[in-house]
């Protein structure tokens, strides 16, 4: 049984920073793709940044790009999005998905997702 689990969300003043942590369990992971979405009230859901476990193949949502980084430690089944110069545009759900043998740009523009998490709440606020 394929479990995602994401933690790391929190509070968090413009211009601060945040690291989310995705924990996956059940999959063999050199057939996946890792990747963090988010949904803030209102909106449909989008995604930020993908990467593949087989090799270092990232993809970012463009107005992210410079401000968020994604990366993964395979030896503890874990995917990091580090995100800095938070603005409170950045506030929203973010979930974590693992989706099988799928391009980090195809999961990431269509929103692929065999297995999702629950979701960490990111607000940042003043």
């Known amino acids: 049984q394929v479990q995602i689990v994401e933690s790391g969300g929190g509070l968090v003043q413009p211009g601060g920073s945040l690291t989310l942590s995705c924990v996956d369990s059940?999959?063999?992971?050199?057939?996946?793709?890792i990747g963090w979405f988010r949904q803030a009230p209102g909106k449909e859901r989008e995604g930020v940044a993908c990467i593949t476990n087989s090799d270092d193949d990232t993809y970012y949502k463009d107005s992210m790009k410079e401000r968020f980084t994604i990366s993964r430690d395979n030896a503890k089944n874990t995917v990091y999005l580090q995100m800095n110069s938070l603005k409170p545009e950045d506030t929203a759900v973010y979930y974590c998905?693992?989706?099988?043998?799928?391009?980090?740009?195809?999961?990431?523009?269509?929103?692929?997702?065999?297995?999702w998490g629950p979701g960490t709440r990111v607000t940042v606020s003043s």
């Open positions: 998905a693992a989706a099988y043998i799928t391009t980090v740009e195809a999961m990431c523009t269509i929103i692929i997702g065999d297995a």
């Open positions: 059940g999959i063999t992971r050199k057939y996946y793709t």
